[in-house]
């Protein structure tokens, strides 16, 4: 089940996500932040913030923004039950607040084997920007695709 190296430079339709207080604060229990200012307008606020911050991580929420996130990965030939996460790397070049629109714009950089193909890689990037179009963040992720039955 090699994943073609045709994959490379496929460009992923932009993914939008409005960002609210609500998702936030409750990504920051679930992620057990201890920081209040990332779910509490107050302490945000306390902390010199407009509003609260996006925690860190939650960036890749966006991209599972949809009915089927992976709907990429079977696209080109992945066999989801096998998907490992890989890495997973941010960039930031200023803070995204509650309130805000946020796109993802995910691109397919780089297929490649490992192990005489009993892995694959698959590297994606994303550059993510508010309405005005200005990218202030992103994030890179490796899916990495179990081959059973290829090396040992």
């Known amino acids: 089940m090699a994943v073609s190296p045709d994959a490379v430079g496929m460009v992923l339709p932009p993914i939008s996500m ?3 207080r609500g998702r936030l604060a409750a990504f920051a229990r679930v992620t057990r932040a201890t920081d209040p200012a990332y779910s509490d307008l107050d302490a945000a606020k306390n902390a010199g913030h407009r509003d609260i911050p996006v925690p860190p991580t939650f960036l890749f929420a966006i991209e599972l923004e949809q009915a089927d996130p992976f709907w990429w990965a079977r696209n080109i030939g992945v066999e989801v039950n096998y998907v490992l996460h890989g890495e997973q790397r941010f960039t930031y070049h200023r803070v995204a607040y509650a309130g805000e629109r946020l796109t993802a714009n995910a691109v397919i950089t780089d297929v490649f084997s490992k192990r005489g193909g009993a892995l694959e890689f698959i ?4 550059a993510i920007s508010d309405e005005a179009g200005a990218r202030g963040r992103g994030s890179g992720h490796d899916v990495v695709v179990r081959n059973p039955g290829v090396g040992s």
């Open 123 to 126: 590297i994606k990037k994303t």
């Open 18 to 20: 409005d960002i609210e």
